[in-house]
């Protein structure tokens, strides 16, 4: 199932950058010697949904490659450009309020509910969503271990990774990172004990927050993130929406 997701809209105007900005939350870094802006960002937190964690941002920088015809190697730089949205959350939690079971591998079909819910949400129209580039994406599977789980993370406790980084989560949990993709391992009955009762105990029932929690126990969740370096390999450059074969990212995984 598809997790979180990363995408970058196409250019939008000036004006819709600013209904954007006028309801949301902008935050400025300033160099006071010179009175320049260092940074500036704009972030919502959009209500109507099970997960609140859905980040948004106005961006006016992007990155360009370049050769360097000096020294003939490629360089990369960030020059100014025409506002666009950067847009990542949970698809998974989205729709369902958590990541335990259920999901969609219909990308598709996802990120048009999704943008049509920002629309609504900020009262504006947005370029088409198969328009919109694809910087991140994750792919996930649950599988049930019962009690075995412990017994699962102990035997990774003392195994050597000769290729890869381990970091590990006591022992719930093995993280892998890396620069093209990143790899996940964990309880997702600590993880959710820990992180998403917190929030869900806000919206849902007692008796349906404890049903959640029990259903997770003894669940394994394995995640891969899928990167843009890994993306611009497969696709040649970052993808857009209409471009992603999920079968592509489930190679991955």
Sequence with gaps: MID???LNSPPISEELAKIIEDVSVVRSGIDFEVGE???RFT???LKGTYDSSIRINIKREKYVSFKDMRTLKKVTEKIPCKPYLEIECSLHKFFLGHNIYGGSDDIKNQVLILINFIENEFNVTLPYY???TVKRIDYARVYDLGSNIDIFFKGFSEVYYPRREC?????????FPGTYTTLKLYN????FRKNDKKKLK????PTKLKELQDISKGKLRIEVEVKSRKLRDIYKELPTVKDININDIIKQF
Excluded at 167 to 175: E, I, M, P, Q, V
């Design 4 to 6: 979180t997701i990363v």
């Design 37 to 39: 802006i260092m940074y």
């Design 43 to 45: 972030t919502k937190q």
């Design 130 to 132: 198969e328009e919109f």
């Design 167 to 175: 970091l590990k989560y006591g022992k719930t949990g093995l993280y």
């Design 188 to 191: 997702k009955y600590e993880e």
């Design 202 to 205: 806000h919206i849902l029932s």
